[in-house]
Every structure is written in structure tokens, then in C-alpha cells.
Nanobody, 123 residues
Framework: QVQLLETGGGLVQAGGSLRLSCSAS????????MGWFRQAPGKEREFVAA????????WYADSVKGRFTISRDNANSTVYLQMNSLKPEDAAVYYC????????????????WGQGTQVTVSS
């Protein structure tokens, strides 16, 4: 079991930056690939970024590639999402999730989810 708590959301102007954090409880954090997903009002939840257990591989949605960076600190059971050059279309509730499969963007392969943190981007 992994319990996740996201922090760091807020209101930012277009072009600005935010850093989201996701803290995990339990001793199995380092066994999981970790992912970030987001859901805007009226839209389905979508994949944003993910990172393997040892942080050796990261992958991103095309819409955020080059602007967002995912990282993790296994010693502190935390995963981060650095978001730069934010656009109004990045506004959403952002969720972190712990995966059960290797290198997937499929949300159904992430059994553990946080409550989400709101990101609002003003134009």
C-alpha cells in the first residue's frame, strides 16, 4: 500500500512556473514507477509524465515535453513535477500515482492515487 499526498498547486500567470511535490507513505515507494496525470473540467484524466523506479527513464506527454520535468527522491519518498512556461491549457487538477507496471502511461496500471492539487493558469 502506498498513500500519496500532492502539494504545490496554485494560481500562476501564463509563462510562469510551479513545482508540484508528491510525498508517499509506506516503505514501497522505491518499488514503483511514479506518474503525474491531470484532469481539466469536462475532460478525461490524461497522462502528463512518469519516471521509473530508479529514475533512469522519464517520459512525457507531447503537450508538456520540454516544459515539464519529473524527478524523484527515493530517500525521501517524494516525486516532483517542475512545470515551466505554463499555459492556460495546463490548468487542471494534477494527480500523482504509483504504478504497478513498468514504463506505462496507462492510468489503469497505476493503482495508487493521491487526492490531487489544483493548478490554475491565468492568461
Amino acid at each position: 500500500q502506498v498513500q500519496l499526498l500532492e502539494t504545490g498547486g496554485g494560481l500562476v500567470q501564463a509563462g510562469g512556473s510551479l513545482r508540484l511535490s508528491c510525498s508517499a507513505s509506506g516503505r514501497t515507494f522505491s518499488r514503483h514507477d511514479m506518474g503525474w496525470f491531470r484532469q481539466a473540467p469536462g475532460k478525461e484524466r490524461e497522462f502528463v509524465a512518469a519516471i521509473t523506479r530508479t529514475a533512469s527513464i522519464t517520459w512525457y506527454a507531447d503537450s508538456v515535453k520540454g516544459r515539464f520535468t519529473i524527478s524523484r527522491d527515493n530517500a525521501n519518498s517524494t516525486v516532483y513535477l517542475q512545470m515551466n512556461s505554463l499555459k492556460p491549457e495546463d490548468a487542471a487538477v494534477y494527480y500523482c500515482a504509483a504504478g504497478s507496471s513498468y514504463r506505462t502511461s496507462d492510468s489503469s496500471q497505476y493503482p495508487y492515487w493521491g487526492q490531487g492539487t489544483q493548478v490554475t493558469v491565468s492568461s
